[in-house]
């Protein structure tokens, strides 16, 4: 089994900045293609980030294209969400998932496993 724990959430002013955490545990179990969700109140989940097993290759919402940064520390079994310009329309819960595979379309990410979440306000 692995297991996620996702921190770094917060709140936080529009244009400011977070970044989160995804630290997977379990030992054995590699940690393949790992994609960042979020969901806000009364809307459906809504794919952000996902980063492929090597790390080569990354795919973004629109959305947050060009202000979120998703990257990986094999080293430290970490995947990070870096957000900036962060607006109201960000405010959600986060979680990050690992599965397969990192394509364009971020909703087709199909979760093996799934963390708790982290909450994301951006509020003034």
């Known amino acids: 089994q692995l297991q996620l724990l996702e921190s770094g959430g917060g709140l936080v002013q529009p244009g400011g900045s977070l970044t989160l955490s995804c630290a997977a545990s379990g030992f054995g179990v590699p940690v393949g293609a790992v994609a960042w969700f979020r969901q806000a109140p009364g809307k459906e989940r809504e794919g952000v980030s996902c980063?492929?097993?090597?790390?080569?290759?990354?795919n973004y919402d629109d959305s947050v294209q060009g202000r979120f940064t998703i990257s990986r520390d094999d080293a430290k079994r970490t995947v990070y969400l870096q957000m900036t310009n962060l607006t109201q329309e960000d405010t959600g819960i986060y979680y990050c998932?690992?599965?397969?595979?990192?394509?364009?379309?971020?909703?087709?990410?199909?979760?093996?496993?799934r963390g708790q979440g982290t909450q994301v306000t951006v509020s003034s």
């Open positions: 980063i492929s097993p090597s790390g080569s290759s990354t």
């Open positions: 998932a690992v599965g397969r595979p990192c394509y364009r379309v971020i909703n087709n990410f199909r979760e093996d496993y």
